[in-house]
């Protein structure tokens, strides 16, 4: 009887369920939101956070909230909103700043909303990203358990805690922050957990480490590596990509310019929260 050969597998060759397709359009998307942070205020918060702000958004539905410590221009974004909304109204207002200071802030205004969701009965989810560090008593996520809402959080403090890992009594699942692909993967899971009905999840985005070193990677360059090991390099497309929402940016300020001050108020992007 012949021996099975085994076949090495590496990150190119893995079975993957996600398309060509997407994986190009995350890649775009991260770039999209990286030019887009240069361009108001406030937006260089989210440099080298791309990879958890799509991973953890692009499959979002139309009625899904999003609440996320960033500039409200880039929370919109991530929601599809169109770029002359948003830049007509890209300031945050003080009370944003001041309240992004409050971890459990964070948390709670996420989990109210998330509570408004479940009383709807609407099968709708909720991602909330918090820029503080999670802490092991705080009441809000020990209510969205209690109550299995329908949402997911998403830490992106950057501060590795040793929680227990039933502290909450939902999943808690660490990931590498700056690899768009495997927080994609996790948070996919985790929705669909959360609109089917059970309950939140926590996805811990952290630097994991080479060599014994935290490693603080740019997720588009890991992305970029990623997809050329695939054959599908982006190299060619990224100057595209560049100009063409450049010039969309430009040409989204230049209307914001125009736009009357008393009709900007209506143009904010539905199921988005900024704290």
Do not use: W
């Not at 770039?31 to 942070?37: H, P």
């Not at 953890?56 to 609440?67: K, Q, S």
């Not at 809000?140 to 209690?146: D, E, V």
């Amino acid at each position: 009887m012949g021996t099975k050969q085994t076949k090495k597998i590496t990150a190119e060759t893995m079975p993957s369920l996600i398309s060509n397709e997407k994986l190009q359009q995350m890649y775009t998307m991260m770039l999209q939101c990286r030019i887009l942070a240069a361009h108001v205020k406030g937006g260089s918060a989210l440099r080298k956070q791309e990879a958890a702000a799509v991973g953890a958004t692009i499959d979002l539905e139309p009625g899904d909230a999003l609440v996320i410590p960033a500039h409200p221009a880039i929370a919109g974004f991530l929601k599809g909103a169109p770029l002359n909304t948003l830049l007509a109204q890209q300031s945050p207002t003080k009370q944003q700043r001041n309240a992004a200071v409050s971890a459990g802030t964070q948390s709670a205004l996420a989990t109210g909303i998330a509570l408004a969701h479940n009383a709807e009965k609407s099968g709708q989810v909720a991602v909330a990203f918090l820029s503080q560090p999670v802490a092991a008593g705080d009441e809000a996520l020990f209510f969205a358990c209690a109550h299995k809402l329908p949402i997911v959080y998403v830490d992106i403090s950057g501060v590795a805690q040793a929680l227990p890992a039933d502290v909450f009594r939902f999943p808690i699942i660490p990931v590498d922050g700056s690899d768009v692909v495997a927080v994609y993967r996790v948070a996919h899971e985790c929705i669909l957990r959360a609109r089917q009905g059970g309950g939140p999840s926590l996805i811990a985005c952290r630097a994991f480490s080479v060599n014994g070193t935290a490693a603080n990677q740019d997720p588009l360059r890991s992305m970029e590596k990623y997809l050329s090991l695939k054959g599908l390099s982006m190299l060619n497309s990224k100057q595209r990509i560049l100009h063409t929402f450049e010039a969309e940016i430009r040409q989204a300020i230049k209307a914001a310019g125009h736009t009357p001050a008393d009709k900007r108020a209506g143009h904010a992007p539905q199921h988005v929260f900024t704290v």
